[in-house]
DNA sequence: GGTCCGCCAATCCTATAGGATATTTGATCC
DNA sequence: GGATCAAATATCCTATAGGATTGGCGGACC
């Protein structure tokens, strides 16, 4: 008998490392903003905080910083990533507008039924809040990445993904009953395998949305 | 006086870290095959060889985990990523295909003088060796991204071109004249500053380039 | 009053030792 | 001869201790 055993619904508990699991634990706290952006980030701390060795705190933020969440400064320590400026956020918009439509084209002649199904499932529901509504937008983009069929496609805007999220927290962002209605645009051209259709219906959404973040940022 | 002192060539020898210099060093290895693809890696043996602790080797391969050149398996160890197949190369080009034609536009477009000279200084010349032309291409990728204005960009072409270079410095490729010719277009564009022209040329040679890589791998 | 210098605390960086696990090897059995 | 099982090895994972460096603080000096 391994030391992991056979958990109640069904499902190992693959220990995939410490490291891994401080990983997504940090990420998380980054992304709930219960570490703001440019905090300093101790590991002596964190590793008396979670109750674990220095050594899996390191490697977790070694990881972190080659994902540009946090930087490490020599002999002085890590500290989470500055908020974005304004040149940052132009650079990740012309980006998006970039890969996205055409991952929502490709997603629109390839998608599988299945899929097209739980896409519909993070339609508007579950918006309520803002927690909500963040979830369901980082589900809905990862989704339709993902449906392009294109991994190295989705990796990288999940990647970018997050700083979005971070950004749109910061400024405790209204729910934006119009981004809803862009997704829906976007779901009903998939659905119908309407490639140019989802295409400029992901790029109007992108727009959008850019257009909606920039008003928060002057400088 | 700081421990760190000034050198001849009046630079500084920041010392970053242990732990990104191993980085380097097993970075450097695997591109230059000394570590092919697929390939054990141990965590001792490195401290042994590098003469350093096992803590910078941990760091330096959580960040090469993060960054696709190595991956973790739970109480097993590290190991090289194994050659791109079929599909992972599909992806890849069909990623840069999206990005680069874009970023040469931009390039044409928005570029320094001076970027525009160090353009031409990685035109041909050392071009001999394998070695020397693999180096070359990568410069030129990178200056133009970086030329584009866009970091994000930039880093995320750096990122994959790695592993284009993997891909392949394994197949030893013969040193393609053509590839030399492509350059030169989209830099005789870039010159004239015409964007289209720019565009179109990079297009071409990235489809060139994944017509001639393409052969390598049929399974 | 402003500036410079030395001290102190906090933190990171490195090294080593011990526990846990997967892979391999060898012998035994069918 | 092939397959199965068990022990041994190599490796990773964790924890703790000690050395090195940076940044901040207070006092002295101009």
Redesign the pocket.
């Known amino acids: 008998m391994?030391?992991v055993d056979i958990i109640g619904d069904r499902q190992i508990t693959r220990p995939s490392?410490?490291?891994e699991e401080v990983y997504r634990r940090i990420r998380a706290d980054i992304m709930s903003l219960k570490l703001p952006p440019d905090t300093r980030?101790?590991?002596?701390?964190l590793a008396r905080e979670l109750?674990?060795?220095?050594?899996?705190i390191?490697e977790a933020l070694s990881m972190l910083e080659a994902n540009g969440l946090v930087s490490?400064?020599?002999?002085?320590?890590?500290a989470t990533a500055p908020r974005m400026d304004r040149a940052q956020l132009d650079e990740l918009f012309e980006f998006r507008l970039l890969v996205e439509p055409h991952a929502a084209r490709k997603a629109a002649e390839a998608m599988i039924e299945a899929d097209i199904g739980s896409l519909g499932a993070v339609s508007g529901e579950s918006a309520s809040s803002h927690d909500g509504f963040a979830d369901m937008d980082t589900e809905f983009h990862k989704l339709i990445a993902q449906g392009a069929g294109n991994n190295l496609i989705a990796d990288s805007l999940a990647r970018l993904h997050i700083h979005v999220h971070i950004f749109r927290s910061c400024f405790r962002s209204e729910i934006a009953e119009e981004a809803v209605h862009e997704h829906d645009a976007v779901i009903a051209a998939i659905r119908a395998r309407d490639g140019a259709a989802a295409e400029s219906a992901m790029r109007r959404h992108i727009e959008r949305s850019y257009g909606r973040l920039r008003d928060f940022i002057n400088d």
């Open positions: 391994s030391a490392g410490l490291a980030v101790s590991v002596d701390s109750g674990v060795s220095q050594t899996p390191r490490k400064k020599h002999f002085t320590g890590y």
